[in-house]
């Protein structure tokens, strides 16, 4: 089976995710998150980006129950609680130094989305 998300697009896919674990449907979601469910469908296909701004970063976590900080590093964004590994060299150089040691394994391919939400995303 195909999975409908484009498997180097981990923002899409923890987000499908998280939305098919509460149940909710995409338009369900995009009214919680105030978002725009055309729009959101696109990011989900990987058609779009994730949205940059923060703030919609942390509604969108937050009505999923994730972290935010985890969705916002998934959207390739920096969070602001990190503002301070770019003024302080000793400590990036150490989170640099411990993220080139302990590398991130391949996700593990992880269940397609229940059908409803594919077919909306369609």
Known sequence: MNHPF??????????AEAISRTGMTLRSFCRAAELDP???????SGKRSPPAEE???RRIAVVLGI????????????????ARLSQDSRLFQRVNSLAATHPVPEPAR???????LEEELL
């Open 6 to 15: 484009p498997p180097h697009q981990p923002f899409a896919r923890r987000v």
């Open 110 to 116: 992880r269940s397609a989305a229940p059908r409803e």
């Open 38 to 44: 055309s729009f959101f469908s696109k990011v989900l």
């Open 55 to 57: 703030q919609v970063l």
């Open 67 to 82: 972290d935010p900080t985890e969705l916002i590093v998934l959207a390739g964004r920096i969070p602001s609680e990190w």
